[in-house]
């Protein structure tokens, strides 16, 4: 029952040829160490590089084509778009079935699934398999940031929200087309910050208005792709991300309250640094992550813990959400179902292990060794955390004294009748 679990709930299913794994815990964490970014099902595929050079110039050759074989040309070239994307699906397929590391490939999926592309877009579909190959499978075990800016940055998110087609309404390049037609006006394409704040960070209803979309979309203006989309004439590696400066709006942008006075590129980069830092991304992430490894209905214990073990690693870290190689803790093992099949370890104890053993570099793990200062300031946290968190060990109710584990895991609760009120008012066991 336990490995059923493990193999159906945090992999692919079990293969013919495949042993349940005699320990599920194990053989779930020790994926993380074996998973290879490009295995040889993705090794053969072509680069977004290759891929764009090769559209280009069949591109051109359907341009430059007589108006009676224009036809056929477009033709050609939808077919042979449409065989790179078939080269993609049946590298995933094959990766799929043959890996040994199932549970990453599940994650690879949901973060494909939640950074989604879409292929009816004719000019996109022979990037989606590089993206997946390029965009997601090297991130899918480091930052979420990381992940986020690889993802925004490719051609195929590119092309598919016609960001290297906007414009900064005030820019270099809307004044010489200005000059050239003043009745035309440079548009400015909102679809890429929209999809960013709505589906791949904050989430829907999570206190950004239009105006943030707007001002995001300014800030966002420039950020192209090399020989694709507007501008293409000022170079660039083709399909290559590149920074177009005369295509970005100059001035501050003002993004939910805070101001953004970088220069160029990094005015974006900021606003997404601090998106992907954001708690309404936490909750975001980590309550699709449930749902994914839960069910559509998670019930409110498989969703408050992921959602804790999420702000409580922003607070550790700078990238703002947790590791995917915490993954069997802080994700989709949230479920205590699930948590007690597998065995593995309770947020609340992962939390209140590291408040316990939390030292001072150089301090012995005695705490009376320690300056008197250091110890009270450890002890009143160790007192908020088992206030706050429960026992460690039973994840029972939370303790009403500085005691450790006054709970069933060390003995017997005594009941109501026979427990006696302090002085204080205060119940004592």
């Known amino acids: 029952m336990i490995a059923a679990i493990a193999l159906n709930r945090f992999g692919l299913g079990a293969r013919s040829d495949e042993a349940a794994p005699a320990d599920p815990r194990k053989w779930l964490l020790g994926q993380f160490e074996r998973y290879q970014a490009k295995p040889a099902a993705w090794a053969a595929l072509p680069s977004t590089g290759a891929i764009a050079t090769e559209y280009l110039v069949d591109r051109q050759q359907m341009r430059s084509a007589a108006d009676a074989d224009k036809a056929v040309e477009r033709k050609l070239l939808g077919q042979e778009s449409r065989e790179t994307y078939r080269m993609a699906v049946n590298a995933r397929a094959a990766s799929a079935l043959a890996s040994d590391t199932p549970f990453v490939e599940r994650l690879v999926h949901f973060w494909s699934n939640h950074f989604a592309i879409s292929a009816d877009k004719l000019v996109v579909i022979p990037f989606a398999g590089a993206f997946e190959s390029e965009a997601i499978r090297p991130h899918v075990l ?19 929200l016609d960001q290297a087609q906007s414009i900064g309404p005030n820019s270099a390049l809307a004044g010489l087309a200005a000059q050239r037609n003043p009745q035309r006006k440079e548009g400015l394409n909102e679809n890429l910050a929209r999809e960013i704040m709505e589906l791949h960070t904050l989430g829907v209803r999570t206190g ?5 979309v707007t001002e995001f979309a300014r800030a966002l203006t420039g950020w192209s792709t090399g020989g694709l ?17 005369g295509m970005h709006e100059p001035g501050p942008r003002t993004v939910m309250g805070k101001t953004y006075a970088q220069p160029g590129e990094g005015q974006a980069g900021a606003i997404l640094h601090d998106l992907a830092a954001a708690p309404a991304t936490a909750d975001h992430i980590a309550t699709k992550l449930a749902r994914h490894f839960v069910s559509d209905s998670p019930p409110a214990s498989a969703r408050a813990a992921p959602l804790r073990g999420l702000r409580f690693q922003r607070r550790r870290s700078s990238h703002g959400l947790p590791r995917a190689d915490r993954g069997a803790r802080g994700m989709g093992v949230a479920a205590r179902q699930v948590q007690d099949a597998l065995g593995v370890a309770d947020l609340r104890h992962t939390r209140h292990r590291y408040a316990r053993t939390r030292r001072r570099p150089g301090c012995p793990n005695d705490a009376t060794a320690r300056p008197a200062g250091l110890a009270a300031g450890f ?24 005691a450790a584990h ?13 427990r006696a009120k302090t002085p204080s008012g205060r119940l004592e066991r």
Do not use: I, N, W
């Open 229 to 245: 989309g507007r501008g293409q004439r000022f170079g660039g590696e083709p399909g290559s991300f590149v920074f177009r400066p």
């Open 208 to 212: 950004y208005t239009q105006a943030d």
């Open 142 to 160: 480091g930052k979420f940031e990381d992940l986020l800016l690889a993802v925004e940055r490719h051609a195929a998110m590119q092309l598919y």
């Open 379 to 402: 002890a009143g946290r160790l007192r908020r955390h088992r206030r706050k968190l429960g026992c460690a060990r039973c994840s029972g109710p939370p303790c009403r004294s500085g």
């Open 406 to 418: 006054r709970h069933a895991c060390r003995r017997p609760a005594r009941s109501a009748r026979t």
